[in-house]
Every structure is written in C-alpha cells, then in structure tokens.
DNA sequence: CTGAAAGCGCTTACAG
DNA sequence: CTGAAAGCGCTTACAG
C-alpha cells in the first residue's frame, strides 16, 4: 500500500488489480448462465446448434460479465493465430505505406489481422523481427528482406511457415517472392532518354549491395549497349551521398565538355534529393539536366517541369505477395514461386526535355 | 490423397502436414536431453540458475529439434502478449505512416510487437478492429478514432485495458488522449495571412461532423473575429468535393468583385487538391490566391511557390502517445491526461503573396 | 541447482 | 440439443 493512501484508495487499487488480473472467463459465464462450459463456447462461436432459449441466457451472462473471449487460449488450442507479419524498411516510407496498406486490405478479407515492423534495412533487426513473429506463431510472415541470408529461417519454414518476400528475393532459402521488373523498368526508362536524343547519361543509384539498386544499374548498362552508346564509368553514382556530396557530383556530372545532358535517379529518395539541389541553384553553374526517376511520387506532376517517372507499383507488390501467402495457408503446395510486376513510364516533362 | 500423387508425394505431404501441426516442444526439448520441463524453461527464459554444462545440452536439443517457444501458450500462462495496437484511418497516407513510425519506435523500445489496422473513417470498422484486438489481449490500444460514441469500450478499460486516443479525442469515454493545437495552428495560420494584408479569406475544411476540422475552422473564425474582420459564409466550403466540384467552387470563390484573395485548405489533401486545380488552369479565368494550408507535407518546398504550411507533428503525436499508453502499462493511475501538441509555421512562399 | 504438479482459458473428440 | 473430460504448451508456486 502506497503511503499517503486512505482505506478507500486501497479498495480501489485492489479492484483495480483483480479487473487487470482476472476477467471473466467462458467458465464464469457457463456458471452465470446455470449451462456447461462446452454451451458457452457453442454461443460464442455461432455455433448453430443451441436452442434459442438457451443462447438468450447465455447471451444476457455474457453481456452482465463483460465477458470477451481470449484469444491467446483460443490460439493454444487451436494453433491458429489469425495474424500475419509484415516485415521492411521503413513504414513511413509512401513506397511501404502504400504497400502495407494493401497487404492489410488482403489480410482483412481473411480474417486476419497484421502485424508491422520496421527494420531499417539492418539484417539483425529483420532476423530480430522475424523470429519474435515465429514466435508468436503468426500464420505466415511476409517480408522484404535487408539480410543477406536466410538460412535463419530455414527451420520456421521446415515446421510449415510459409513466407513470402517482396521486392528483393530471399538469399540461401527457398520461397515465394514478388518483384518489380527492375531491369526492364530501368532499361525502358533510359530508352526513353535515349530516344529523346540523349547519348550522355548519368546514373544515381542507391547502394549497390542492395539487390534492386544492382538490378536497376544493369538495366541501365545494357539499355546502353543496345543502343551502342558507352558508358563512362564516371557517370554512375552509387550510394546514399548527403546533401554536400550529392551537390558535389551534380557539379561534376553537369560541368565540362564531357557533362551529360541527362540523369536517370534509381529510387524516388534520390530523384527528390536531385531535384532539391536543382531548385536551390537557381543561379546554377550548369544546364537543367533531362531526367527520369525509378518511382513514382505524389507531386511529382506539380513541380515544374512535372517529373518523368518509371512507375513501379507497390500497392500490386503487398497485394500480390499476401495473395500468395494465403494461397499456401489454403493448401497451395508447389515449388516455390517468383512472380515479377511490371512498371510503367510516365512521361511528364523533366523526360522529354532535349539535350 | 490427390490425383495423380505417387507414393513419394503421399509421404511428403504427411510430413508436411505433420510438421504444420506439430512443432517440437518444451516438453520434447526436455525428453531428448535428459532433463526436465522446468530447467528448459529456464534455459529458453535465460534463467541464471542454471549449471552451464545443462544450459549447454539443452541448447543443442533445442537447435537439433529447430524448437522455438510458442508465445501463445506464454501469453495464455502470464496474461501479457507484449503486444498493442494501433487502429487509424489509413496507413498509407504520410501523416499517418509517419505517426506509425514513432509508435512502432516506442513499442520497440518496450519489448512490443505492433498491430495495424486502418479503418477508413468509418466507425464500425474501429469498432471491429478494437474489439478483435481486445480479444487478443493486447497490453494496451491506440486509438485514432472514427466513432462518435466509444461506449462499447468501456467494459475493456473496466477490465484494465489501458487505451489512448490520438489526434481526436473519445466519446462518452474517460481515456488518454494526445492532440493537436488545432485551433491555435489554425489561428495562428489566418493571422498569418492577414498580417500579409489579406482581409478577405477563404477557407476549405474537411467534413465538419471530424473533430479536427471543426477545430480548424473554429480557429478560422476566431483570427478573423479578433482581427475585426466580417467572414462571408458563402467563403466556407466544408467537405471532400470531387475534382469538378471543387474547380466550380474555386471559380466561385476566386473571380468577381467579391472574390477571396487568399485561401486557407484545413488539411493536407485540400492544400494538394487545390494545388492541382491552380496546376490546371494556366490560362486561368482567376488571379492566383495567397494560399496556406493545414499540415506539411513532402515536397511543398519544390513546388513553386513553395507552400506556406501550419505544420503539425505526426510522429510527435505517435510518439507521445505510445509513451503515455507505457507509462500505464508502468502502473500510471491518474485521471485521464490530455495533451496537446504545439504547430509551427513553415513560409515557404504561397502564403507571402500580396493581396 | 533441479524437478513434479497445477493451471492459464479455451477447443476437440466423444457420449448421450 | 447439451455436457464431462482431456489437452494445447507454456509459467508459477513450491519443494528439495
């Protein structure tokens, strides 16, 4: 008892703690209602064999005792949690917001609930992330992967998970996974530069380890080599280079003799860090690059010019994956599969400006 | 037995559905080395009072059986599930994925997993996602609520539940809740405005039935009232109008004598609706507005002019809100705290522009 | 330092 | 249409 408290404070508290403690229980409405346990359980899952009477009884002692069902017991028992685990980078990323949304929506019509984590693209916290969920036996795990293997979870699978990776393929681990064409989405993008008479392109990529920023850099190379064009090795830019960096190499890139007239961003980070430092240098020490961004962003047909974009789709991404994912909770059993979405361009300005 | 399987798929597929079922457990932990129930537990809960050469046994049965503890029986034993839940309108909208973020960072921090739901605004859907996560036991629940009547609550924070509502406040309910200064952020934006030598303002709100939006306007009224400046209701236009609608609507309030030289849009879809129609209508039949808007968002700096916006704080509404809901789970008894969070003005441009 | 027994709150399998 | 018994896989409380 905590100093200073009176005799009505102690009651409280204890009333307090019981409610935390113990709730009603299926037994307690059973012995509420004079029916055996078994009849409350029927009542509670609409069970459809109970007399009416019965189920009005046992109805009232549900509601009198604030009785809500357990399902932490529920799941002991049955071996079924009804949840699902979305593991990424970062969910306050439009691109995974967008993407977690429409893994909820597919969840929801299963009856299932989600749960979401947030990695960072730091491997331990993925495999941190994973194994919390395995524990809590969620009915499958989906996942885009920042590790770089996954033998880690080659046991959960064994015990029957199934998993679904999304946007980057799983490593050392057989399982579904959905991507984006990254290579012909790159590869149609610098098309289109080229096509608008470009030879002199840059490319911006995100660090190269990352499995869709080597995949979108090989698209870009051999979009080159089709069209007979040689690749400068200068022109490539990979990492994740802060603001002074960044507006260090568009210096360089866009100055000389040797500037190319055009810019390809491979994610949607990088295109609006681009065109961050391209508005601030108004007064600028070199000529408005052409440029085409992978991803595509909400504004991006307001600022001016409206920026050309190679659209992937993330929504399709979580869509698919989870329809997958409960295509194998239903049954499905084949080899694991690889399924690749599409992207699209859209053409809004920055794309077409010429050389 | 499907068509077409062959003795080899039959067994392969028992196996599956075998290990589906029946993962290994303490108890067969125990069996296989030599010990009992209690000291696997102690093992598994990294219990110091354990002899190192055991400690050492029961890890290689553990990694030879691929156990992993199953949370649910945990859960059902201690009455804890280390897990809350997050229930919002949509996650893929920013304000909202950015407010997730910052719970998911807070429930890390305690050793909690994450639930998301997204309701669309409407209030049987918070109503079914909440009582499905009070059924799971969460330890606590988030709340950003869509109902007008939070009632059916009751018997769960009864029970012990500890729940905090964001960014609107419950109904007929007693609980935590973290808000934003709607009224003052609204004021301080139509101060803003007139201060530039606007007297004539108009003003787009969401539905007003949503508490933020009557807040906001609220805080229209009161700037222009304390300023002495008369407000034309025919300059109010509450509601989420479609895109022809609102470009009939924006003819309306911005050509004639007496049109409006400036506009206020009550939240972040508004500001980027109208940025939009304006977009549209180069050869516009109207002057373009000063223009202010409720909530930042990307990318209003690179539009041009660059938005003037009354920024609110999303993660900080997510943040502190998870932080009060762990201060319960801590043992917090105190009446229902309300905390409100400050906005900021952001001049980017927009809201600069002369009358 | 280690273990045997009970029990968390449900569902399952079976009986009548 | 209704019920008694067993058990899901852990942790708790207690004993030695």
Redesign the interface.
């Known amino acids: 008892m905590l100093v200073g408290m009176v005799p009505g404070d102690r009651r409280a ?1 204890a009333e ?1 703690v019981s ?3 113990r ?1 009603a229980t299926m037994n307690d409405v059973a012995a509420h209602a004079g029916v055996s346990l078994k009849t409350v359980s029927r009542v509670v899952n609409g069970d459809a064999a109970v007399i009416e009477d019965t189920r009005a009884k046992v109805q009232r002692s549900i509601v009198e005792l ?1 009785f ?6 529920r ?2 028992r049955t ?1 079924r ?1 009804s ?1 699902i685990g979305l593991i990424l980078e ?5 691109f ?3 993407l ?2 429409a893994v ?1 929506q597919v969840a ?1 019509a299963n009856g299932c ?6 990695c960072d693209d730091d491997p331990g916290q993925e495999q941190k ?1 994973a ?7 969620v009915d499958g795990l989906l996942i885009v992967p920042a590790a770089a293997d996954h033998t880690y979870l080659a ?2 699978l ?3 998970l199934p998993a679904v990776f999304i946007d980057r393929p799983p490593v050392n681990l057989a399982a579904d996974v959905v991507l984006t064409d990254n290579v012909g989405g790159a590869r149609s993008g610098i098309a289109h530069l080229i096509k608008g008479g470009h030879r002199r392109i840059g490319y911006l990529g995100d660090t190269p380890s990352i499995f869709t920023a080597a995949q979108r850099l090989e698209g870009y190379r051999s979009a080159m080599a089709e069209h007979g064009l040689p690749v400068d090795e200068e022109w490539i830019l990979m990492g994740r280079p802060d603001e002074a960096q960044l507006r260090a190499e568009l210096v360089r890139l866009l100055t000389g003799p040797d500037r190319v007239t055009a810019l390809f961003t491979g994610n949607n980070r990088l295109t ?1 860090a681009v ?2 430092e391209l ?1 601030r240098t108004t007064e600028a020490p070199f000529a408005r690059p052409a440029l085409v961004g992978f991803d595509d ?3 991006a ?4 010019p409206g920026i050309t974009v190679v659209a992937q789709d993330p929504a399709g991404l979580g869509r698919v994956a989870a329809e997958l994912l409960f295509d194998r909770l239903a049954g499905l ?1 084949a080899p694991p599969r690889r399924l690749t979405l599409p992207t699209s361009i859209i053409a809004r300005g920055s794309g077409e400006q010429a050389p």
């Open positions: 508290e307090r409610a935390r403690s709730r604030g809500r069902r357990n399902d932490s017991a799941q002991l071996g949690t949840g970062d969910v306050a990323d439009p995974y917001s967008t977690t949304r909820e929801a609930l989600l749960f979401t984590g947030s992330l194994l919390a969920l395995c524990a809590r036996r046991p959960e064994a015990a029957g609006v065109l961050r508005a962003f909400e504004l047909d307001l600022v001016v059993t």
